[in-house]
């Protein structure tokens, strides 16, 4: 089976789990069944208010990944506080995405403002590599982002794509928003970052930004994933997300 792309977001069912005092759906088990589907890890973004992933869920996932899954990989996705530092050091995850959220948003919606004091975001890249954890910076889709983030050291960012995933009713704007992901892909390339790109991503519009840039090694999915698989179950929705990604 060749590598996968696929980084499966379970923050969505960590959200269905918190609306009941009950141990499922499961995080874990589910987590576990889209690695054995032939995902290559788990991404989960956990908020200081744990309204979906809990701390507890990260350590469980850590474990899980260590003891069942070495081969596969887990990013864990915060803003760098002092709190999601700790977290950090505590999980030794493999990858850590820094985004420049505030607690209150709904998800992450706009990338690092690399015109801005970002000492803390230093420090914490810093930190990540004194742990060995590869370090990805979360950037809009803008050619100017790639540069800025390889000047503070991380070794690759995700593209934020989002604003081409909205254009799925609207295909002359939709081309116009992939043409700008590629393009910062493209220069991220040149700039000797990894690309991953995540946000509204499907198994509908994925083959489209894949045929222009291929090169492209992750892909985090959370909500469209999650829709998809209450239709059709978590093993085969891995199995149609890869197929899209041309892996199956």
């Avoid at 390339?189 to 222009?212: C, Q, S, W, Y």
């Avoid at 492209?216 to 994933?225: A, K, T």
Wanted: glycine residues 6%.
């Amino acid at each position: 089976m060749s590598t996968s792309r696929l980084s499966v977001n379970v923050n969505a069912i960590a959200m269905l789990r918190n609306r009941r005092d009950l141990p499922w759906p499961s995080v874990c088990g589910l987590a576990a069944i889209a690695m054995e589907a032939g995902a290559k890890g788990i991404t989960v973004h956990p908020r200081p208010d744990e309204r979906h992933i809990r701390k507890t869920d990260v350590l469980d996932l850590a474990e899980l990944i260590e003891d069942r899954f070495p081969n596969k990989e887990l990013c864990l996705e915060g803003y760098p506080t002092e709190d999601f530092m700790k977290l950090v050091e505590q999980a030794r995850p493999d990858q850590v995405l820094f985004v420049p959220d505030d607690p209150d948003q709904t998800t992450s919606d706009h990338g690092w403002q690399f015109d801005k004091d970002l000492t803390s975001l230093t420090t914490a890249i810093a930190a990540a590599h004194e742990w060995n954890i590869t370090v990805s910076l979360f950037c809009d889709p803008d050619p100017a982002a790639p540069a800025r983030a390889a000047a503070l050291g991380a070794e690759r960012i995700e593209i934020y794509t989002g604003p081409y995933g909205a254009c799925h009713d609207n295909a002359d704007l939709a081309e116009k928003e992939l043409a700008k992901v590629v393009e910062t892909a493209e220069v991220a390339r040149t700039a000797g970052l990894g690309v991953n790109a995540g946000h509204d991503l499907t198994v509908e519009n994925i083959p489209a930004l894949l045929a222009k840039a291929p090169f492209i090694r992750e892909m985090s999915i959370g909500h469209g994933f999650t829709a998809d698989a209450l239709i059709h179950g978590f093993a085969d929705s891995v199995k149609r997300f890869r197929a899209s990604m041309g892996e199956l």
